[in-house]
């Protein structure tokens, strides 16, 4: 599985890439992600990138790319790989095309979640995350048994500084500016796939596989 998972922020891309990866035994790559536990271990990276993100603005290019093409080389993501937050912009998408390239490989397909604005600030304002594992919660469509505490491994649950209402703002007129063309440039090259993201978790989970088996077909 070579897949892409391209949407606006609260589209569900992390959501339904963690199920695909542990589904189909690929990698998940997700770059917001490995940026949020840089800024957490103050590396480097995370010292550059912190700022940025808590402003919903994107880091640059350069270094995105660095570190997705360093990902995408590693042993586990030989099975295949989930992107997701990675492409998001023109410059990126054409380096991820030469990465790939040079691995001798190439996208099966890219999967375009379509969410409106409206349900895109609820999802997110709703937002939770396990400081332990990651694993997402949703205050109203996805609440923990116990108010803050994770099911799974009982870490605590915080929402993202970006989740907040200015900032959620902020990372959308960024998507449409910076991303959104992104789902042109792989129509143009026959790679795109679209699908309704709105519904049950499950229901869109069915949606992208369904999407990826055409895409193989
Ligand atoms: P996400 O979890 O995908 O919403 O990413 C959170 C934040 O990390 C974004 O708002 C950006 O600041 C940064 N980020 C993640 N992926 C990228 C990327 N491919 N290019 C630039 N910035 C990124």
Redesign the pocket.
Do not use: H
């Given at each position: 599985m070579r897949v892409l998972l391209l949407g606006p922020?609260g589209a569900g891309k992390?959501t339904q890439a963690d199920r695909l990866t542990a589904a189909f035994g690929a990698c998940q790559v997700?770059?917001?992600?490995i940026?949020r536990k840089a800024v957490e271990d103050k590396t480097p990276l995370g010292q550059k990138?912190a700022a940025?993100?808590a402003k919903?603005?994107?880091?640059p290019d350069a270094l995105?790319i660095d570190l997705v093409a360093e990902r995408l080389r590693r042993e586990d993501c030989r099975r295949g790989f989930v992107l997701d937050?990675?492409?998001?912009?023109l410059e990126?998408a054409q380096a991820l095309e030469g990465i790939l390239k040079a691995m001798g490989s190439e996208l099966d397909c890219v999967v375009s979640i379509r969410v409106p604005e409206a349900a895109i600030v609820e999802r997110l304002e709703g937002r939770r995350s396990c400081r332990g594992c990651g694993v997402l919660y949703h205050r109203v469509f996805h609440p923990p048994a116990r108010d803050g505490v994770c099911d799974r491994c009982q870490g605590t649950l915080y929402q993202r500084e970006?989740d907040r209402v200015e900032t959620i703002r902020a990372?959308l007129r960024v998507y449409e500016e910076r991303t959104a063309p992104l789902i042109q440039y792989y129509r143009d090259r026959g790679l795109l796939k679209e699908i309704d993201g709105v519904g049950d978790v499950d229901e869109i989970q069915s949606r992208i596989r369904r999407a990826w088996g055409e895409a193989r077909a």
């Open positions: 922020p992390g997700s770059t917001g992600d940026l990138a940025i993100m919903g603005e994107l880091v995105m937050g990675f492409p998001r912009t990126q970006d990372r």
